[in-house]
């Protein structure tokens, strides 16, 4: 008698599309102009193939560092059209409301959690 085994793979994958108005805006996380609408959809895999939809979502998406947050009534990104451009698409992020320039900030390093 011999053991024949065969390897079979579920789970569960997610797949964006773009979708409605792609004019880019600007990344909270990364402040690049990389943000767009897109729909987020959740399948049930079974050896790579997508079979059964679980889930999606619409949501807000940047390109680059991967920042995701589901579309909200009344708010959205800020739209890159009233902003000047600086070179390489980047845009520096904008005070926000209230914020006074002598107040010390503090910047989370980039390495081992250091404080600058």
Request: include cysteine; glycine fraction near 6%.
């Amino acid at each position: 008698m011999d053991f024949f085994c065969i390897p079979l793979i579920c789970g569960c994958s997610t797949k964006i599309s773009p979708e409605g108005d792609q004019t880019p805006r600007i990344c909270p996380r990364c402040h690049n102009a990389a943000v767009s609408s897109a729909k987020s959809k959740e399948f049930f895999e079974f050896c790579f193939v997508p079979l059964i939809p679980m889930s999606s979502k619409h949501v807000w998406l940047c390109s680059i560092c991967r920042w995701e947050v589901p579309l909200q009534q009344g708010w959205e990104p800020q739209s890159v059209a009233n902003l000047p451009m600086q070179p390489g698409g980047y845009y520096p992020q904008q005070p926000q409301p209230g914020w006074q320039p002598n107040q010390p900030q503090h910047y989370q390093g980039q390495y081992q959690g250091q404080h600058y």
